[in-house]
T-cell receptor
Framework: AQTVTQSQPEMSVQEAETVTLSCTYD???????LFWYKQPPSRQMILVIR??????QNATENRFSVNFQKAAKSFSLKISDSQLGDTAMYFC??????????FGGGTRLMVKP | NAGVTQTPKFRILKIGQSMTLQCTQD?????MYWYRQDPGMGLKLIYY???????DKGEVPNGYNVSRSTTEDFPLRLELAAPSQTSVYFC????????????FGPGTRLTVL
């Protein structure tokens, strides 16, 4: 079974600064997909960014980018120019091209003014 | 376009009672999912469906049942509520396989006393 580990339960960052959230996963598959989801206090799960393992180029979405290290099985999320609205739980998730999305335990990010 | 909607938002059940959590999506997605999120944890897959009339178990199916009679609706049934089922329940959908982006509903907070 695949596992996803987020080793930072909580993090904080000053507004306008950059923060990196860590995620590692364990799999024997070669083709898979990785995701970062954001869950603000409203509880709504929102997709932040998606990475396909066969693509070597790191995905970016505006202020959000990933550092995908396939050999190390690492998938970190970098948030640039942090904003107060980025305060949320962030979940890393993995799918091995099957039907099950496996989530990590989450990192609570607080952006301070 | 409402996306994924869930009812109710909150519910308190007594041990042994039954209830159905409703989920509807208006995006004509083939895949639908039910997850539970325990406090401070990531989401775990309960059941999923790849199309009308087809359902399958996820990681934590015990104590739950599902049906999928239409593309739009995917209700989750709790037959004999137990305190261990106290959780937040999320419904999600994706266009095709679960490697596609999953769109989540707002969640149902269920407490079993």
């Amino acid at each position: 079974a695949q596992t996803v580990t987020q080793s930072q339960p909580e993090m904080s960052v000053q507004e306008a600064e950059t923060v990196t959230l860590s995620c590692t996963y364990d799999t024997s598959e070669n083709n898979y997909y990785l995701f970062w989801y954001k869950q603000p206090p409203s509880r709504q799960m929102i997709l932040v960014i998606r990475q396909e393992a066969y693509k070597q180029q790191n995905a970016t979405e505006n202020r959000f980018s990933v550092n995908f290290q396939k050999a190390a099985k690492s998938f970190s999320l970098k948030i640039s120019d942090s904003q107060l609205g980025d305060t949320a739980m962030y979940f890393c998730a993995f799918n091995d091209a099957g039907n099950m999305l496996t989530f990590g335990g989450g990192t609570r990010l607080m952006v301070k003014p | 376009n409402a996306g994924v909607t869930q009812t109710p938002k909150f519910r308190i059940l007594k041990i042994g009672q039954s209830m159905t959590l409703q989920c509807t999506q208006d995006m004509n997605h083939n895949y639908m999912y039910w997850y539970r999120q325990d406090p401070g944890m990531g989401l775990k897959l309960i059941y999923y469906s790849v199309g009308a009339g087809i359902t399958d178990k996820g990681e934590v199916p015990n104590g739950y049942n599902v049906s999928r009679s239409t593309t739009e609706d995917f209700p989750l049934r709790l037959e004999l509520a137990a305190p261990s089922q106290t959780s937040v329940y999320f419904c999600a959908s994706s266009r095709d396989r679960s490697t596609d982006t999953q769109y989540f509903g707002p969640g149902t907070r269920l407490t079993v006393l």
